[in-house]
C-alpha cells in the first residue's frame, strides 16, 4: 500500500488530468453524442454546452463561498483567547515538533465542535468549550500543526474549486474524497511517526472516542474530527507500526508528474502553433476557381423548380415523417467544389451555408473559401442571418426552399457587389445598415449525405410560377417586408460628442451644442439621456435644428441651421416647463415649424403642450394643448409630427385601442381618428410617414418598437382623413 503522502500527489495530478480532459474533450464528446441523436430529437441542437457549463460552476462556486462565509462568522463569534499557561505549554510545545517557526493565534469557541484551524492568508486556531487531558491535546494540536506545515487548507481548496468546474463529473466528487480521506491518514501517519506503542495507543484511543460524534465536513479548514470511515481508516494506519516502502510511491507520482508535465507542454506547443499558422498568411486555395454559378435568376432556373414541384410539395411535418429513422452517418459522400456541402443532417440545414457561400462569391472569394460550413448550429449564429424560411416543394432528395435572410454591411466597397444583386434591398436595424433578400434555392441530393446548390431565384418568381401552375397549393407567402429607410440626413452621438452628416454619413460635424445641454430634462423617470434624443431633431438639406431642455437648468430651447452648419442660430421657446420629458420636432416646410413637448409626468400619464414658428425657428409661440383633451392630459405620448403646416398628427399610448388624432388647423383643434379593421392586440400607434403619395401607419402589438417586428399597416390617400387597412408586415 501507498503512504498517504504520496496518494496525495497522485490525486491531485488525476484531478489535474480530468479537467484539463474536459476541457479540451467534452465539446467534441458532445459532438459524437449529439451526432446521431439530433436525427431524433432535433431540439439537442439548441442545447449550448459552455453557458450550461460556466453556469453550473458558478452557481456551485457560490454556494461555496456562501458556505464558507457562514460557517467562519459562526466560528469565530464570540471567541475568546486561551490564557490557562498549561494549555500554552502545550500549544508552543507541538508548533516546534511541527517545525512551525511562531505558534498560531488560539481562541476558545463555542461555534465549534472539533479543534480546527482556519483561515488562509490570517490562520488560527480554533478549540471547542470541553475539556481535554493534556496528552490528547498534544496530539490533537500536534495533528493540526502538521495540517499547516503541509498546507492542507490549500490542497482542500484546490479540489473544492475541481468540484466546482467539474460540477457534474462524479469521478472529480470521488477524487476529492479520496483526497480529503489521505489528508488526515498523511497527517496521522506524520503526528505518529517515530512514537511507541504507549502513544500510538493513546492517540489511537482519542479516535475511538471520537467515533461517538455526529461528524460533517467543514468547509475549507482543517479539523480533528472526522466521518467515521474517514477515522476507522485513520485508526488502522495509527496502530500500523511497520514501515512501507517510499520508493514505490515515489516513482509513481513522478511518472505521473512527467506525464501531466508532457500533456501541458505539448497542448501549449500545439496551441502556440495553430495561432502561428493562423497568424501566418496561408497560401490561398480559391474554392470558386473552376466551378460555374448555379443557375441564377433565370428562366432555366425557374424550369428546374417547375420540375420538382410538379413531383409534389411538402412541409416540415411531411419533411420530419420522409426522414425519420432514416441517419446519414455512415454514408458519406464527397463535396466538391462550393456548391456542393457534406450533410448529414435534415436536408435543410445546409442553406445558410449555401448563401453564405454564394454571397461570398460577390463579396470576398477569399472569406469564402475559408469558411467551414456550420450545419449542426441550424440557423442560429450563423454568418448569414435567416429570418424566416419554409419548404415550397420536393421532398427529402430534392427540393425547392423560401428563405428571406439578411446580410449586415460591413465594408461598403464589397457591399455594392451584393447590392447588384437580383432582389437586393437595404434597410435599417438598430441603426446598421442590412442587406435584405427573399430567394427560393433549388438544392437536390447528390452521393451519400452531400447536397448540392442547383438554382437560385427570386422568391417572388418561384411563387408566382407556382401560383400559375396551382403545383404548391398549401403554400402561405411570407409576411410583406416593409423596410424602413434611413433619411441620408441624420444626427448621432459617438464617443460622447453629437454630431451631424448631410451626405449619407461620408463626413460626419460635430454639433456646436455642448452634450450637457443636449441631454438635459426634468423629467427622468425612465434614466438620464446620454445622447440626442430621438425624434428631436430635424435634419434636410435646407434646414436643420435640434430641440433639447425642458429642465430647471436649461429651459426649452431650439438650435437651427439653414446652411448645412456653416452658421447656427439659438432660440428660446420657453421657460415655462422644467419637467419635460419628450421632445418632437418637425418642419414640414423652411418656415414652418412644430415642437410637441410632454411634462408633468405622473406615473403613465402626461400632459403635451404645441408650439410653432412661422420664420424658421427664430421666434416661438405657444398654440396650446396638443390633442383632443380639454386639460392636455393622457396617457404617454409615442410621437408627434406634423405633414403639411396645417395637418399633423399626435399618437398616445394605449393598450385596448390605437390613440391617433389629427388636426387640420395647425394645431388649434385635434379630432381623434377611429380606424377601420384593427386587428386584435395592434393597439400602440405611431405617427404616419410619407412613401410616394400615400401616408403609412403602424401598429404595434407593444410599446418601444416602432421600427422592428411586425405591424398592422394602414394607408391614406386624403392626408389622414381616412385610413385603410393594408395588412400585416414585417418591419425592418
Known amino acids: 500500500m501507498l503512504q498517504a503522502k504520496y496518494r496525495k500527489i497522485l490525486w491531485i495530478l488525476l484531478a489535474v488530468h480530468l479537467i484539463l480532459a474536459h476541457f ?168 505518529v511517526k517515530g512514537k511507541g506503542p504507549a502513544e500510538r495507543s493513546a492517540y489511537g484511543q482519542l479516535l475511538i472516542d471520537s467515533l461517538k460524534r455526529q461528524n460533517r465536513e467543514l468547509p475549507h479548514s482543517a479539523y480533528f474530527y472526522n466521518s467515521k470511515a474517514v477515522m476507522k481508516a485513520r485508526l488502522g494506519v495509527v496502530m500500523d507500526e511497520r514501515e512501507h516502502p517510499w520508493y514505490l510511491g515515489a516513482l509513481l507520482c513522478l511518472v505521473l508528474m512527467v506525464e501531466t508535465g508532457a500533456l501541458v507542454l505539448t497542448s501549449g506547443l500545439y496551441t502556440a502553433r495553430e495561432i ?60 466538391e467544389g462550393p456548391w456542393q456541402i457534406e450533410n448529414p443532417y435534415e436536408c435543410w440545414r445546409a442553406i445558410p451555408d449555401f448563401l453564405y457561400r454564394y454571397l461570398m462569391y460577390y463579396e470576398n472569394q477569399e472569406r469564402g473559401s475559408a469558411y467551414e460550413p456550420q450545419l449542426p448550429e441550424m440557423f442560429v449564429g450563423l454568418r448569414v442571418d435567416i429570418l424566416s424560411s419554409t419548404p415550397l416543394a420536393g421532398d427529402a432528395e430534392e427540393f425547392v426552399y423560401g428563405v428571406r435572410f439578411r446580410e449586415l454591411v460591413s465594408m461598403e466597397e464589397e457591399a455594392e457587389e451584393l447590392r447588384k444583386l437580383p432582389g437586393a434591398r437595404s434597410g435599417y436595424d438598430e441603426g446598421y445598415e442590412q442587406l435584405y433578400f427573399e430567394w427560393a434555392l433549388h438544392i437536390r441530393k447528390t452521393e451519400g449525405n452531400v447536397y448540392e446548390l442547383v438554382g437560385v431565384a427570386e422568391l417572388s418568381d418561384a411563387l408566382k410560377l407556382y401560383e400559375e401552375e ?75 435644428a435640434f430641440a433639447y431642455g425642458g429642465s430647471p437648468e436649461v429651459p426649452v430651447t431650439v438650435s437651427w441651421s439653414p446652411d448645412q452648419g456653416v452658421t447656427w ?122 412613401k410616394g403619395e400615400r401616408l403609412y401607419l403602424y401598429l404595434s402589438m407593444e410599446e418601444y418598437s416602432e421600427l422592428g417586428g411586425e405591424k398592422a399597416r394602414y394607408y391614406s390617400e386624403d392626408l389622414g382623413e381616412t385610413w385603410h387597412f393594408d395588412g400585416i408586415v414585417l418591419r425592418k
Not at 416540415?316 to 458519406?332: D, H, I, M, P, V
Not at 460622447?496 to 452628416?501: I, L
Not at 396617457?635 to 389629427?662: C, H, K, M, Q, Y
Open 24 to 191: 479540451w474533450g467534452l465539446h467534441l464528446l458532445w459532438f459524437r453524442i449529439l451526432a446521431p441523436l439530433s436525427r431524433y430529437f432535433p431540439s439537442l441542437f439548441f442545447i449550448k454546452l459552455p453557458p450550461i457549463w460556466i453556469g453550473g460552476a458558478a452557481l456551485a462556486g457560490l454556494w461555496q463561498l456562501f458556505s464558507y462565509e457562514r460557517f467562519r462568522r459562526k466560528a469565530l463569534r464570540g471567541i475568546e483567547p486561551i490564557e490557562e499557561s498549561w494549555i500554552q505549554g502545550i500549544h508552543q510545545q507541538a508548533a516546534k515538533e511541527a517545525d512551525i517557526g511562531v505558534p498560531l493565534p488560539m481562541y476558545q469557541s463555542c461555534g465549534v465542535d472539533t479543534p480546527m484551524v482556519i483561515g488562509f492568508l490570517s490562520q488560527v486556531v480554533l478549540l471547542p468549550r470541553e475539556y481535554y487531558s493534556s496528552a490528547s491535546l498534544r496530539m490533537i494540536l500536534l495533528h493540526e500543526y502538521i495540517h499547516v506545515k503541509r498546507g492542507d487548507i490549500w490542497y482542500k481548496l484546490f479540489f473544492t474549486a475541481g468540484t466546482c468546474i467539474l460540477w457534474f463529473q462524479p469521478l472529480m466528487y470521488l477524487l476529492k474524497w479520496a483526497a480529503f480521506r489521505d489528508v488526515e491518514i498523511a497527517c496521522d501517519q506524520r503526528a
Open 569 to 690: 442660430n439659438t432660440s428660446v421657446v420657453t421657460h415655462s416647463y422644467t419637467s419635460v420629458r419628450r421632445l418632437f420636432l418637425s418642419f414640414p416646410d423652411d418656415e414652418n415649424g412644430f415642437l410637441v413637448l410632454t411634462f408633468d409626468r405622473t406615473v403613465w400619464q402626461e400632459g403635451t403642450i404645441l408650439f410653432r414658428t412661422k420664420d424658421g425657428g427664430k421666434t416661438w409661440e405657444e398654440v396650446g394643448v396638443a390633442g383632443p383633451r380639454i386639460d392636455g392630459t393622457h396617457s404617454l405620448t409615442t410621437g408627434a409630427e406634423f405633414i403639411t403646416p396645417e395637418v399633423g398628427f399626435l399618437t398616445i399610448r394605449d393598450s385596448d385601442t390605437p390613440d391617433l388624432n389629427r388636426t387640420a388647423d395647425g394645431g388649434k383643434t385635434w379630432e381623434w381618428i377611429e380606424l377601420p379593421d384593427v386587428p386584435q392586440y395592434y393597439s400602440m400607434a405611431y405617427p404616419p410617414e410619407w
Open 470 to 544: 396551382e403545383l404548391s397549393p398549401d403554400f402561405e407567402a411570407f409576411t410583406e417586408l416593409d423596410l424602413w429607410q434611413r433619411s441620408s440626413c441624420r444626427a448621432r452621438t459617438t464617443m460622447g460628442v453629437p454630431e451631424v452628416t448631410w451626405d449619407n454619413g461620408e463626413t460626419w460635424k460635430e454639433l456646436p451644442i455642448a452634450l450637457e445641454k443636449l441631454t438635459a430634462r426634468g423629467d427622468e423617470m425612465d434614466g438620464a439621456l446620454s445622447g440626442i434624443q430621438d425624434k428631436s431633431y430635424v435634419v434636410s438639406e435646407d434646414l436643420t
Open 276 to 335: 502561428h499558422r493562423s497568424q501566418k498568411p496561408q497560401p490561398l486555395i480559391n474554392i470558386y476557381d473552376g466551378y460555374d454559378l448555379p443557375k441564377s435568376f433565370t428562366e432555366e432556373a425557374l424550369e428546374g423548380m417547375a420540375e420538382v414541384a410538379a413531383r409534389g410539395s411538402f412541409g416540415y411535418e411531411q419533411l420530419a415523417e420522409q426522414t425519420a429513422g432514416r441517419s446519414s452517418f455512415g454514408k458519406r459522400g464527397r463535396a
